[in-house]
């Protein structure tokens, strides 16, 4: 199978900067798009940014200009680096890896709804 783990989480000042880290590990052939989203206590999950293989990359309005997405394809690791944070920022961040090509019991699978993370912490202070 294959997990996602994010990481980074933590509490900063409004003004300041977070890197979150995301790792998909597992027998992984292949992974398309991996995308962060992030979540309020009663809120629906939103979309913040993703990143396809070939490096192209989108954001959300909320975000653009702010944040940045690297990612390393060999390690099939995404980074979300996270300047100019506001209280509004403030959420679990979930990250996902989509198009994932596997293998388990020694055939080959595509995962179409993709694998989650277990979510990591962001709080931004005022």
């Known amino acids: 199978q294959v997990q996602v783990v994010e990481s980074g989480g933590g509490l900063v000042q409004a003004g300041g900067s977070l890197r979150l880290s995301c790792a998909a590990s597992?027998?992984?052939?292949?992974?398309?798009?991996m995308d962060w989203y992030r979540q309020t206590p009663g809120k629906q999950r939103e979309w913040v940014a993703g990143?396809?293989?070939?490096?192209?990359?989108n954001y959300a309005e909320s975000v653009e200009g702010r944040f940045t997405l690297s990612r390393d394809n060999a390690k099939n690791t995404v980074h979300l680096q996270m300047n100019n944070l506001s209280p509004e920022d403030t959420a679990v961040y979930y990250c996902r890896a989509n198009g994932v090509k596997y293998v388990t019991d020694g055939v080959l699978r595509t995962s179409i709804d993709g694998f989650w993370g277990q979510g990591t912490q962001v709080t931004v202070s005022s």
């Open positions: 597992g027998s992984i052939v292949s992974i398309n798009g």
């Open positions: 990143i396809i293989k070939s490096g192209s990359d």
